[in-house]
């Protein structure tokens, strides 16, 4: 059953965490109405244990977007789609399926199998947020997970020990994040505390397949560019707003599908993972 208060909250909330991500240049004005839309989505139809896992994955990345950002300007922000500023598009491509899934766990009775799709999808990106903040700063040069080749930091498909190590820690810390909200209410309500620890391998394992599935279609298939200087980006646009020239992968599948869609995967995993017996 959905609660309109819980609506009105999720606006409130998702408004002011919302601005002040933008004052802060981690949002601009249309990733400022991604975040509402998706918010009050999230936290009006499935509750508080939804909306602070959303808000946890916001802050956490936010923040860690900010770190050393000067180095990983320099470093590889002419591959990168976007720049450090999140848009309308990335904010529901990152939040637009967990969304999806608070309000239809809201309208068809509260089934735990949406749940734990939703802890693998809020897992997958913010273990694909962690690993790209933190791979680009490797000290080891990362390897595409394809074929082991060495490339440029910041390469769609490429791989470190450090961005991996990101991405099972963002998992990770999603898995503790919603356990510790699950406790905190039962304790608020007054109900009997039982831990559900079948959350942690499942934000674990689907976080972090989700985050390497991100990097095998950013491998293959994603929408891959030239600028006129042979460096390969994912921007059909340079900056100055030069068209870029197309060398490979789908041109339909950019960056924002590609978050999407590992999602999707991470969130299938967490379910199958929570389907197995104790």
């Given at each position: 059953m959905i609660d309109t208060t819980r609506f009105i909250l999720g606006v409130a909330i998702s408004t002011g965490i919302g601005g002040l991500a933008y004052w802060r240049q981690s949002l601009n004005a249309g990733g400022w109405l991604g975040?509402?839309?998706?918010?009050?989505?999230?936290?009006?139809?499935?509750?508080?244990?939804?909306?602070?896992?959303?808000?946890a994955f916001f802050i956490s990345s936010s923040l860690l977007s900010h770190y050393r950002e000067e180095v990983k300007e320099q470093r590889a922000a002419e591959k990168f789609s976007k720049g450090g500023r999140r848009d309308l598009r990335q904010a529901l491509a990152n939040g637009g399926v967990g969304a999806l899934l608070a309000l239809l766990y809201g309208l068809l009775g509260e089934p735990l199998l949406l749940f734990a799709a939703f802890v693998g999808v809020m897992a997958t990106v913010t273990a694909d947020t962690w690993a790209t903040e933190s791979g680009v700063l490797s000290a080891q040069p990362p390897r595409l997970i394809t074929t082991g080749r060495r490339v440029a930091p910041g390469t769609s498909g490429g791989i470190t020990l450090l961005g991996t190590g990101a991405a099972a820690a963002g998992g990770g810390f999603i898995g503790l994040a919603i356990l510790g909200f699950m406790i905190a209410g039962q304790v608020l309500s007054g109900q009997p505390v039982t831990v559900a620890w079948w959350v942690l391998p499942a934000a674990l394992l689907g976080g972090l397949a989700g985050a390497l599935f991100d990097s095998?279609?950013?491998?293959?298939?994603?929408?891959?560019?030239?600028?006129?200087?042979?460096?390969?980006?994912?921007?059909?646009?340079g900056r100055d707003g030069t068209p870029n020239t197309f060398v490979r992968g789908w041109r339909w599948l950019d960056n924002d599908l590609v978050n999407l869609l590992s999602s999707l995967v991470g969130g299938l995993v967490a379910a199958i993972v929570a389907g197995l017996p104790a």
């Open positions: 975040a509402i839309i998706v918010g009050t989505l999230t936290f009006g139809a499935g509750g508080w244990v939804w909306g602070m896992t959303l808000f095998l279609l950013g491998a293959t298939v994603q929408a891959m560019y030239r600028y006129p200087s042979g460096k390969e980006t994912e921007r059909p646009v």
